[in-house]
C-alpha cells in the first residue's frame, strides 16, 4: 500500500507505524515504548509522537488522530518505522511524569539486552530531567506498577526495597519492602484479575502475616487512581513505627 511518495507498506503494516510514515516519520517518544516492549503508561495521550528529519515536509494531516512533531537532524535513520530505544527512552523519559518515566526505564532494564552500566553511559548525554529519572532506575523491579510505587515513596522520603527475599521457602520475593516489617505488594492490573492469582496472593499474604509482617496490597487502580492515597497509607504505618520490627535495647 502507498503511504506517500516513494513509501510503502505491506498490508499488515502496524497501524501507527503506517500513519507515522504518512506523516513523514518513524515512531517515537511516549508512542514507540509498546513497539519495544516497555511498560506503558495507563491512559497513553491519544497524540501519536513522529520524529521527522528537518528536511522532510510533514503532513500531520495524513494520520488519522493527533500528531506530536519531533524534528530530527537530516540524514537521521531510520527514517521510517519505530525510533531506536536509546531515542525512545531520552524522549518517554523527558515527556512522562517521573513516576513513569522511572517506570519505562526500568521496562528496558528487565525487557530488552540493555544494562545499567549501558544506560548511564546513553544518559550522560540526555537532558537533566532524564539523567534525574536514570538514576533511579532499578533492573531488580519486576512491575511498572511496582516502581511507580516504589518512586512514589521516594518522593514522600520513604525508602523501599525492591524485590526483597522472603522467609517463606521457594525463593519468593515482595514486591516492596519498607523497614524490615512492611511488605508492599503491588499488582498489576491483569495479576489482579486473575483469580488464581488472587487465591495464592491471599495464601502468601496469611504466610507473611504469621511471621510478624505486615502487607499491604494496592491494587493497579489505586496506583493509577489516587496515588496520594497510596502514600498515606504507607506514610502513616511508617510514622507509627510499624514498619520496624521491635527488638530488645
Not at 29 to 58: F, M, Q, T, Y
Not at 93 to 102: E, G, H, M, T
Amino acid at each position: 500500500m502507498r503511504l506517500r511518495r516513494g513509501v510503502y507498506g505491506v498490508p499488515d503494516l502496524d497501524p501507527e507505524i503506517a500513519a507515522a510514515a504518512r506523516v513523514g516519520g518513524r515512531v517515537g517518544g511516549i508512542s514507540a515504548v509498546r513497539h519495544h516492549g516497555l511498560w506503558v503508561p495507563p491512559a497513553e495521550p491519544s497524540a501519536l509522537h513522529v520524529e521527522v528529519c528537518d528536511n522532510v515536509k510533514a503532513r500531520p494531516a495524513a494520520a488519522d488522530r493527533p500528531v506530536v512533531l519531533h524534528w530530527l537532524a537530516a540524514g537521521t535513520e531510520p527514517r521510517f518505522g519505530v525510533a531506536p530505544l536509546e531515542f525512545v527512552l531520552a524522549r518517554a523519559a523527558n515527556d512522562l511524569p517521573l513516576p513513569f518515566a522511572v517506570a519505562v526505564l526500568d521496562s528496558a532494564l528487565r525487557a530488552t539486552p540493555l544494562t545499567p552500566v549501558e544506560l548511564q553511559f546513553l544518559a550522560s548525554g540526555w537532558r537533566p530531567r532524564v539523567r534525574a529519572a536514570v538514576a533511579l532506575a532499578d533492573e531488580r523491579s519486576e512491575s511498572g506498577t511496582e516502581s511507580v510505587v516504589r518512586v512514589l515513596l521516594r518522593e514522600a522520603g520513604i525508602h523501599s526495597t525492591p524485590q526483597a527475599p522472603l522467609p517463606l521457602g521457594g525463593h519468593q520475593r515482595a514486591d516492596l519492602l519498607v523497614g524490615d516489617r512492611l511488605l508492599i505488594e503491588c499488582d498489576s492490573e491483569a495479576h489482579h484479575g486473575d483469580p488464581a492469582n488472587r487465591r495464592a496472593d491471599l495464601r502468601r499474604d496469611e504466610a507473611a502475616q504469621a511471621l510478624g509482617f505486615i502487607v499491604y496490597r494496592p491494587d493497579y487502580s489505586q496506583v493509577f487512581g489516587d496515588p496520594a492515597g497510596v502514600v498515606a497509607t504507607v506514610a502513616a504505618i511508617v510514622d507509627r513505627g510499624a514498619h520496624l520490627s521491635q527488638r530488645p535495647g
